[in-house]
């Protein structure tokens, strides 16, 4: 009997621990480390919005090439089938009835000084029932006919028209390159927000980590103190505040990192359900170039601006095309007959010609366009100097941030040493019944709020770079920029 309940209990111990085992590899999540450089990577293989713009490049370049078309000759084919309210006819009965009566008097009654003037009359009379005989009233083309014909239209002149075209069409093709760059761009400083940020939120779990660790030692400790009656119950009560603290602190964390975790995958475009390490650290550099350097940059590159230009460019096109409306259009044209029904046989296999078309006046239409695309160019040179300057504003602002945080970090660097003196001195005072517990406690929390600062100072440094090189239009530097040997990197572990 003893046998049986030994070996129930251990078959339940064996299913519980089995449980246990499966929860365990349930909830497993992998991790995979990356560093910024292979994100990046997977970041331009992945990202459904570069996609977007590369297909919008293939349509432009495809316009692009349409628009040259517009120089070669268009051939086709053209059927009609017409049916007329009556059958045409040429009818001559007219001019019948005015050379009958000639032929008639001159075959019986003329006189010929011939040598034999018989033979004429002769040949009068017959003509005379030629006449009589023949078909007057003709009928040249019947009232249902068809017709399939190749045709060809070659245009010779069009005012300028053509040539504004393929302009136009480069010039789109330009712009869509632009903004390819434009979103390469903000999906840099997307991409250096999250991976950053996913490096912030989990050195902040770290340290969040410790400081609950610490906090769980100094509540032993002051648990054990006050069993010895060497310290008040007052003291322990506040250290289990903020132990509790800690650990809403550290599950806060956790929980960001998890959202920062998602937010870069969906960056990354990975529909995988893993956990993102990332390899490379937070960094800062002491000196930059100047705030003219890159002024000077996002006048020559930055997307924004180059598309603008795109826009001043298609507006001139767009007035060439209107004042080419006073022009005439000359084009080449020909037809071919292939094959028709009833068609009148007087009607000629092939024409070959040069048509033109010119507007003499279109009721002042004309004018009015062309005083309306000038005023449009004028519209557009006002956003243009008005872009360029908010992105010098924007440039200069993410400037002076850089200068910022970087002058944070110098002074948190002093402030971190002193923290970790004073948290030092503390415990070592407060084993010693020298200070109480709020001191001990105070001095952990002034710690970690200042790595935690630091930490968040560097970050708003890398996106304030990332953001300053997307307005100057070099955002591909990037990496140079993390790469220089003057940089300074910095984590918690």
């Not at 929860?23 to 996609?51: C, D, M, P, R």
């Not at 034999?116 to 009232?143: A, F």
């Not at 956003?383 to 400037?399: F, G």
Request: charged share 25%; aromatic share 8%.
């Amino acid at each position: 009997m003893k046998f049986k309940i030994r070996t129930a209990v251990l078959f339940l111990l064996l299913l519980f621990y089995l449980s246990e085992w499966t929860v365990t590899a349930q909830n497993t999540v992998a991790v995979k480390t990356l560093t910024f450089e292979q994100a990046l990577e997977i970041t331009n293989g992945n990202s459904h919005v570069l996609k977007q713009n590369q297909y919008l490049q293939k349509e432009k370049m495809q316009e692009a090439k349409a628009a040259k078309g517009l120089y070669l000759p268009k051939v086709g084919i053209s059927a009609n089938y017409l049916r007329m309210s009556d059958d045409l006819h040429l009818n001559l009965t007219g001019v019948k009835n005015s050379i009958t009566p000639l032929y008639e008097v001159l075959g019986k009654y003329g006189s010929f000084s011939v040598p034999d003037p018989s033979s004429i009359r002769q040949k009068l009379l017959s003509g005379l029932n030629d006449v009589e005989n023949g078909e007057w009233d003709k009928m040249i083309q019947k009232k249902e006919f068809g017709l399939v014909a190749a045709t060809m239209q070659w245009p010779i002149y069009t005012g300028g028209k053509i040539a504004a075209a393929n302009k136009v069409a480069e010039i789109q093709k330009g712009e869509a390159d632009e903004v390819a760059r434009q979103k390469q761009g903000e999906l840099m400083s997307e991409l250096t927000e999250r991976y950053f940020g996913l490096c912030l939120a989990r050195q902040a779990v770290m340290i969040r980590q410790d400081v609950l660790d610490g906090m769980n030692k100094h509540l032993d400790d002051a648990i054990k103190m006050e069993k010895q009656g060497m310290i008040a119950n007052a003291d322990v009560l506040h250290a289990r505040v903020f132990q509790a603290q800690a650990e809403r602190e550290l599950s806060k964390a956790k929980r960001n990192q998890e959202i920062v975790n998602q937010s870069l995958l969906n960056t990354l475009a990975l529909e995988e359900d893993v956990m993102l390490e990332p390899a490379s650290r937070l960094f800062y550099l002491d000196t930059i170039e100047s705030l003219d350097y890159f002024i000077k940059n996002a006048r020559q590159n930055n997307p924004l601006l180059q598309q603008v230009g795109s826009k001043k460019k298609l507006v001139m096109q767009s007035y060439k095309v209107e004042k080419s409306e006073y022009f005439p259009a000359i084009a080449l044209e020909g037809m071919y007959n292939i094959v028709d029904k009833d068609l009148s046989p007087y009607t000629p296999d092939w024409t070959v010609g040069i048509g033109l078309n010119w507007t003499l006046f279109d009721g002042a239409a004309r004018y009015r366009k062309v005083k309306a695309a000038a005023l449009k160019t004028d519209q557009v040179e006002e956003v243009e100097q008005k872009a360029q300057s908010d992105i010098e504003t924007m440039i200069n602002k993410l400037y002076q941030e850089l200068n910022m945080y970087r002058e944070q970090l110098i002074e948190l660097e002093s402030s971190k040493t002193f923290t970790d003196e004073y948290l030092r001195v503390r415990e070592k005072a407060f084993h010693e019944e020298m200070s109480n517990a709020t001191e001990v406690v105070d001095a952990r929390l002034a710690q970690s709020q200042v790595r935690i600062e630091r930490l968040q100072a560097m970050y708003g440094y890398d996106l304030a770079l990332a953001r300053l090189l997307e307005y100057a239009g070099i955002s591909s530097q990037f990496l140079d920029y993390q790469k220089r040997l003057s940089v300074k990197m910095e984590s918690y572990k």
